[in-house]
């Protein structure tokens, strides 16, 4: 059965520095998301991707982030200057439809130092 | 605002004993409930949806308008079904899904 799968699974990082997370989604898939959740909260919503645009963000998204689809595979959270409240489990998603469900990858720890 | 409720952080049952696990919701309309599961060290996925009307490995879940609630039940708890579980609410405000999430229920099974 295809997955969404997201590299790297941990990424370390200084306070200030950028990061990508890289997730490919399923292939025949048109949504994107992606979700992260801060350890011992909740999982949230960051960011929807439809057609080559952002279909709905959180308060959280705010302009540190931005999302990419560079190819026909890959789909791209990055942060442009890290926060230590950054640190979080980062999970991207994808669904074939907006009634269909999501598919997760299996997340990329995000650790900011 | 939609807000999903799930009051128990964790929940300790015996292998064969009943499990409920309790979500509440506020929604203004009338909402479509997903319960997915997180086993250990793998991804989270889709255990069950409240359209389908589905059992999923033994779970069940009825949607109660009058009391806003989806609770996961399963009459027999088996020591597999430890994991946690997550009560998730999809709206479609711009044209793409956006799941809001309860807190989680981790559910261990006693053998």
């Known amino acids: 059965e295809p997955e969404v799968t997201q590299t790297p699974s941990h990424q370390v990082t200084q306070m200030g520095q950028e990061v990508i997370l890289r997730c490919v989604p399923i292939?025949?898939?048109?949504?994107f998301y992606w979700y992260r959740q801060i350890l011992g909260q909740k999982v949230e919503f960051l960011v929807s991707?439809?057609?080559?645009?952002?279909?709905?963000k959180s308060e959280i998204f705010d302009d540190q982030f931005s999302v990419e689809r560079p190819d026909g595979s890959n789909f791209t959270l990055k942060i442009r200057s890290t926060k230590l409240e950054d640190s979080a489990m980062y999970f991207c998603?994808?669904?074939?439809?907006?009634?269909?469900?999501?598919?997760f990858g299996n997340g990329t720890r995000l650790t900011v130092t | 605002a939609q807000r999903v409720t799930q009051p128990e952080k964790l929940l300790s049952v015996f292998k064969g004993a009943p499990v409920e696990l309790k979500c509440n919701y506020s929604?203004?309309?009338?909402?479509?409930l997903f319960w997915y599961v997180q086993y250990s060290r793998q991804r989270l996925q889709l255990l069950l949806r409240h359209i389908s009307r589905e059992s999923i490995k033994g779970f069940t879940a009825d949607l109660n308008k009058g009391e806003t609630s989806f609770h996961l039940k399963k009459p027999f708890a088996q020591e597999e079904d430890s994991a946690m579980y997550y009560c998730a609410l999809p709206t479609i405000p711009q044209g793409a899904q956006k799941l809001v999430f309860g807190q989680g229920t981790r559910l261990t099974i006693n053998p």
């Open positions: 991707f439809y057609n080559n645009e952002i279909s709905e």
């Open positions: 998603a994808s669904s074939p439809g907006t009634d269909s469900p999501l598919h």
């Open positions: 292939s025949n898939h048109l949504y």
């Open positions: 929604y203004s309309g009338s909402p479509e």
